[in-house]
């Protein structure tokens, strides 16, 4: 099983970066796929979520209206789409796949907002 993010780097404040999490070894199109973010010094924090089969989204406040969650099952992979970056969004990303007790996890991409 295997989570490979990708996408995160250096922006400005106001900039746009796109996530992506390229999944392998598990049935992706049966698993529920969440971001999460952990800034250094913090817990970790829920970020977005797209369910299983009606691609329903769901955001955290911090995330609404600036970030869109999204998944191509064709291809294994979810991605984040981030708007509006500030420099709080400033945090290791990671995805997480979910299916009853099966749970995995990324290894994270950094992003950092910054000028």
């Known amino acids: 099983v295997q989570l490979v993010e990708s996408g995160g780097g250096l922006v400005q404040p106001g900039g746009s970066l796109r996530l992506s999490c390229a999944a392998s070894g598990f049935s992706f199109s049966r698993y529920a796929m969440s971001w999460y973010r952990q800034a250094p010094g913090k817990e970790r924090e829920w970020v977005a979520s797209i369910s299983v089969i009606s691609g329903s989204t769901f955001y955290a406040d911090s995330a609404k209206g600036r970030f869109a969650i999204s998944r191509d099952n064709a291809k294994n992979t979810v991605y984040l789409q981030m708007n509006s970056l500030k420099p709080e969004d400033t945090a290791v990303y990671l995805c997480?796949?979910?299916?009853?007790?099966?749970?995995?996890w990324g290894q994270g991409t950094q992003v950092t907002v910054s000028s």
């Open positions: 997480r796949a979910k299916s009853g007790p099966n749970d995995y």
